[in-house]
């Protein structure tokens, strides 16, 4: 099983920024992409942007230019950096490990944006 802990949401007004942080733990080996994803209320969760262990990075087209997805491979760690926030990024942020074919998420970091 992974365990996967967030970190670093909190309220901002618009146009500040926030970084979120994921550490993984636990049955870590295998782990391919990692990502966050977002949930606002009343909306289905959506994927936000997602990092491969090659590198591959890619981003919802809502966020692209604004947050930068990163990991630290050595310390099982993804970041998202995400600036330029805007109040429809009011959400709760889940960060999500994919070993090998399953998603396994974490409990979430709730980022709040006021206008």
């Known amino acids: 099983q992974v365990q996967l802990v967030e970190s670093g949401g909190g309220l901002v007004q618009a146009g500040g920024s926030l970084r979120l942080s994921c550490a993984a733990s636990?049955?870590?080996?295998?782990?391919?992409?990692m990502a966050w994803a977002r949930q606002a209320p009343g909306k289905q969760r959506e994927l936000v942007a997602f990092?491969?262990?090659?590198?591959?990075?890619n981003y919802v087209d809502a966020v692209k230019g604004r947050f930068t997805i990163s990991r630290d491979n050595a310390k099982n760690t993804v970041y998202l950096q995400m600036n330029s926030l805007k109040p429809e990024d009011t959400a709760v942020y889940y960060c999500?490990?994919?070993?090998?074919?399953?998603?396994?998420w974490g409990q979430g970091t709730q980022v709040t944006v006021s206008s």
């Open positions: 636990g049955s870590i080996f295998n782990i391919n992409t």
């Open positions: 990092i491969s262990s090659g590198g591959t990075i």
């Open positions: 999500g490990a994919l070993r090998p074919t399953d998603w396994h």
